[in-house]
């Protein structure tokens, strides 16, 4: 057995060297030691390489940081504020990425982005903030231990339109983007047939009223949404621009069509065919039969009229704006407003002969029935003693009030007017000057289809004159007719007006007898009151403390402090209504108005009584015009 002298380790026989310490067999380890030969001297060659491998080193390294720097999140971020600051559109769009593959992002796209920036260039800042706080995060192993809870909460925020996300790595170093989400954009109209853009590009139609569909994706920022509506009736575009920030969500935006359906009034009794024209143009609708249409606007800018036939001619009627859902159409035109004008103006220059002298024949624009009532006027006032010089002047018509309708088989028109004339009335001779008088009076005719001209059939008070919207009619050399019917003394003539005597009331709707005694007993009692000044007259009839015994309370007052006077002419119930200790009675009056100078005139009125029991008896309590 061979062991080691050095080590003392065992050696295989004819072993020539330790395989433990590599003492050779026979020497020590110190004898053993080998003294290094000499180095030779470095080659030229050897020198150039380790030269070129040093620069070599050197340059990756550069090259690296070099790498490191261009790919680095914070040159990223620095590149989209500059890009932000310079509204640079085309620098955006290569800047940024979607993770929605879907989405085109490229010059056009980001317009409405850099214009929200640009709009608001503090969010500029606000979205660098966000950047630099998430690249700190992405670069920190372990961002929950070693930043502060404000950059974490700051990250995580989501509400920033733009974020840095790390992808992967590109090469030897990670690789970071600025990744946009985008918005999908629902969009609803209200009108069917209705087209839908989104910054001038069609996007959809609407198949149905009250439409909505999903569009897009679109990037974040402001978008031009349109709605387009051609029909017969309108061609009609309504446009807004939308801010667009509800990223991977639905946002909802509705571009309404401010139009309506739009039902046409025509006058009663119509027929044939009617045809309806929208701003001139015929739009293939009668809207005798089909008098709803649409959509129109309804803000005045579209005009309706009608083409139809009457007994007078073919008639395009005035032009009516569109101003609601409900229109109604006026369908005289030009032409029958100048005949009833011109009517009007004979009626009131005859009238004064007619009137004057009791003759009918003298009045040949009204109807008989209506120059009957002249010459019935003439005649009371002859009865009365009261002698009147008139003088009619003018007539200014209100040319937007006409209007027409079908009555008993007749077409009735109307026009309202500012009638002028000078008058003076008298119990004896006249000792004073004519004074003018005006009065705003609604002109009624009836249309005479055998002579094919219009007559005057009755004339009322108007309460609807719009001074603006006059012509006026003026007589040329205006006639002063006087008649001399009495020479009773004033004194007469007050002892008259101061009369108690009961007016004759008639029963032509055949009410209850005590409703229309109740109803005389109270017509009288209020003339009585009127001309004695003494409201206690017409109080035994009226419900005490109700709406109706205030007003003639005030109206007996306001009466006599003006010393007018009434007298009734003729009064009739003509309708009732009675149920439960309730009642209406229906009256139409003529009554008699006395001013103080002398002057009077004689209204028509059609009243309804409310009256209401209270035992055994029954008072009234309400009045209201009869519509």
């Given at each position: 057995?061979?062991f080691c002298?050095?080590?003392?380790?065992?050696?295989?026989?004819?072993?020539q060297?330790?395989?433990?310490?590599?003492?050779?067999v026979?020497?020590?380890?110190?004898?053993?030691?080998?003294?290094?030969?000499?180095k030779?001297?470095?080659?030229?060659?050897?020198?150039?390489?380790?030269i070129i491998?040093?620069?070599?080193?050197?340059?990756?390294?550069?090259?690296?940081?070099?790498?490191?720097?261009?790919?680095s999140?914070?040159?990223?971020?620095?590149k989209?504020?500059?890009?932000?600051?310079?509204?640079?559109?085309?620098?955006?769009a290569?800047?940024?990425?979607?993770?929605?593959?879907?989405?085109k992002?490229?010059?056009t796209?980001v317009?409405?982005l850099l214009k929200?920036y640009?709009?608001n260039?503090?969010?500029?800042?606000?979205t660098?903030?966000?950047?630099?706080?998430?690249?700190?995060?992405?670069r920190?192993?372990n961002?929950m231990?070693?930043?502060?809870?404000?950059?974490?909460?700051?990250?995580?925020?989501?509400?920033?339109?733009v974020?840095l996300?790390?992808?992967?790595?590109f090469?030897?170093?990670?690789n970071?983007?600025?990744?946009?989400?985008?918005?999908y954009?629902e969009?609803?109209?209200?009108?069917?047939?209705?087209?839908?853009f989104?910054?001038?590009?069609e996007?959809?139609?609407a198949?149905?009223?009250?439409?909505?569909?999903?569009?897009?994706?679109?990037?974040?920022?402001?978008?031009?949404?349109?709605?387009?509506?051609?029909?017969?009736?309108?061609?009609?575009a309504?446009?807004?621009?939308?801010?667009?920030?509800?990223?991977n969500?639905?946002?909802n935006e509705?571009?309404?069509i401010?139009?309506?359906?739009?039902?046409?009034?025509?006058?009663?009794?119509?027929e044939g065919?009617?045809?309806l024209?929208?701003?001139?143009?015929?739009?293939?609708v009668?809207?005798?039969e089909?008098?709803?249409?649409?959509?129109?606007l309804?803000?005045?800018t579209m005009k309706?009229q009608?083409?139809s036939e009457?007994?007078?001619?073919?008639i395009?009627?005035?032009?009516?704006?569109?101003?609601s859902?409900?229109?109604?159409?006026?369908?005289i035109?030009?032409?029958?407003?100048?005949?009833?004008?011109?009517?009007?103006?004979?009626?009131?220059?005859?009238?004064?002969?007619?009137f004057?002298?009791?003759?009918?024949?003298?009045?040949?624009?009204?109807t008989?029935?209506?120059?009957?009532m002249?010459?019935?006027?003439?005649?009371?006032?002859?009865?009365?003693?009261?002698?009147v010089?008139l003088?009619?002047?003018?007539?200014?018509?209100?040319v937007?009030?006409?209007?027409?309708?079908?009555?008993?088989?007749?077409?009735?028109?109307?026009?309202?007017?500012?009638?002028?004339?000078?008058?003076?009335f008298?119990?004896?001779e006249?000792?004073s000057?004519?004074?003018?008088?005006?009065?705003?009076?609604?002109?009624?005719?009836?249309?005479?289809?055998?002579?094919?001209?219009?007559?005057?059939n009755?004339?009322g008070?108007?309460?609807?004159y719009?001074?603006?919207n006059?012509?006026?009619?003026v007589a040329?050399?205006?006639k002063t007719?006087?008649?001399k019917?009495?020479?009773?003394?004033?004194?007469?003539?007050?002892?008259?007006?101061?009369?108690?005597e009961?007016a004759?009331?008639?029963?032509?709707?055949?009410?209850?007898?005590?409703?229309?005694n109740?109803?005389?007993d109270?017509?009288n009692?209020?003339v009585s009151?009127?001309?004695?000044?003494?409201?206690?007259d017409?109080k035994?009839y009226?419900?005490?403390?109700s709406?109706?015994y205030?007003?003639?309370?005030?109206?007996?007052?306001n009466?006599?402090?003006?010393?007018?006077?009434?007298?009734?002419?003729?009064?009739d119930?003509?309708?009732?209504?009675?149920?439960?200790?309730e009642?209406?009675?229906?009256?139409?009056?003529r009554?008699?108005?006395?001013?103080?100078?002398?002057?009077s005139?004689?209204?028509?009125?059609?009243?309804?009584y409310?009256g209401v029991?209270?035992?055994?008896?029954?008072?009234?309590?309400?009045?209201?015009?009869?519509?």
């Amino acid at each position: 057995m061979q062991f080691c002298k050095e080590c003392g380790n065992k050696m295989k026989e004819g072993a020539q060297f330790c395989n433990n310490c590599g003492t050779s067999v026979g020497q020590t380890k110190e004898t053993s030691r080998v003294t290094p030969k000499p180095k030779k001297p470095m080659t030229k060659k050897t020198k150039l390489l380790l030269i070129i491998g040093g620069a070599a080193v050197i340059l990756l390294f550069g090259g690296y940081k070099v790498g490191e720097a261009l790919t680095s999140e914070s040159r990223l971020i620095e590149k989209f504020e500059n890009a932000l600051n310079e509204n640079d559109a085309k620098a955006v769009a290569k800047l940024l990425t979607s993770n929605d593959k879907k989405v085109k992002i490229n010059e056009t796209s980001v317009k409405g982005l850099l214009k929200y920036y640009k709009e608001n260039p503090e969010e500029i800042r606000d979205t660098i903030d966000t950047l630099e706080t998430q690249s700190k995060v992405l670069r920190t192993e372990n961002p929950m231990e070693e930043l502060e809870l404000e950059d974490l909460l700051n990250e995580f925020a989501g509400d920033s339109l733009v974020n840095l996300e790390k992808d992967g790595k590109f090469l030897l170093y990670d690789n970071y983007q600025l990744n946009i989400d985008p918005v999908y954009l629902e969009l609803g109209t209200n009108y069917k047939d209705t087209s839908l853009f989104v910054d001038g590009k069609e996007v959809g139609m609407a198949d149905k009223p009250e439409y909505v569909s999903t569009f897009g994706p679109f990037l974040p920022g402001y978008h031009k949404i349109e709605a387009k509506l051609k029909t017969d009736f309108i061609d009609l575009a309504v446009e807004e621009e939308v801010f667009l920030n509800e990223v991977n969500e639905k946002q909802n935006e509705y571009v309404e069509i401010d139009a309506d359906e739009v039902t046409v009034s025509l006058p009663e009794g119509m027929e044939g065919s009617v045809s309806l024209l929208i701003n001139g143009k015929d739009v293939g609708v009668n809207p005798l039969e089909n008098p709803t249409f649409g959509p129109v606007l309804t803000d005045g800018t579209m005009k309706v009229q009608v083409v139809s036939e009457f007994p007078w001619g073919k008639i395009t009627s005035l032009e009516t704006p569109i101003t609601s859902d409900y229109v109604q159409v006026n369908v005289i035109d030009d032409t029958v407003r100048e005949q009833l004008m011109n009517t009007a103006h004979e009626f009131n220059m005859q009238r004064g002969e007619a009137f004057a002298k009791m003759d009918a024949s003298k009045l040949i624009v009204a109807t008989e029935e209506y120059t009957d009532m002249v010459i019935e006027e003439a005649k009371y006032f002859q009865e009365q003693g009261q002698n009147v010089k008139l003088q009619y002047l003018s007539t200014n018509f209100d040319v937007g009030s006409t209007g027409l309708e079908k009555q008993d088989g007749k077409w009735v028109a109307y026009i309202s007017g500012e009638v002028k004339t000078k008058q003076t009335f008298s119990y004896g001779e006249f000792d004073s000057e004519m004074e003018e008088n005006v009065m705003t009076t609604r002109f009624y005719f009836v249309y005479d289809e055998k002579n094919k001209k219009w007559l005057v059939n009755t004339i009322g008070d108007s309460f609807e004159y719009d001074p603006s919207n006059a012509k006026e009619l003026v007589a040329k050399e205006p006639k002063t007719y006087t008649t001399k019917w009495s020479t009773e003394t004033e004194e007469t003539v007050e002892a008259t007006t101061n009369s108690t005597e009961n007016a004759d009331l008639t029963n032509s709707g055949n009410a209850p007898e005590e409703l229309v005694n109740l109803t005389e007993d109270y017509l009288n009692g209020l003339v009585s009151a009127i001309n004695n000044k003494d409201f206690n007259d017409v109080k035994p009839y009226l419900l005490e403390g109700s709406d109706l015994y205030q007003d003639q309370q005030n109206l007996v007052k306001n009466l006599g402090e003006k010393n007018i006077k009434e007298q009734i002419v003729s009064a009739d119930v003509t309708d009732y209504w009675s149920e439960g200790g309730e009642a209406d009675v229906h009256t139409k009056e003529r009554v008699k108005i006395i001013y103080n100078d002398g002057t009077s005139e004689t209204k028509e009125y059609e009243w309804i009584y409310s009256g209401v029991s209270i035992g055994s008896e029954m008072f009234f309590e309400r009045i209201s015009e009869k519509e």
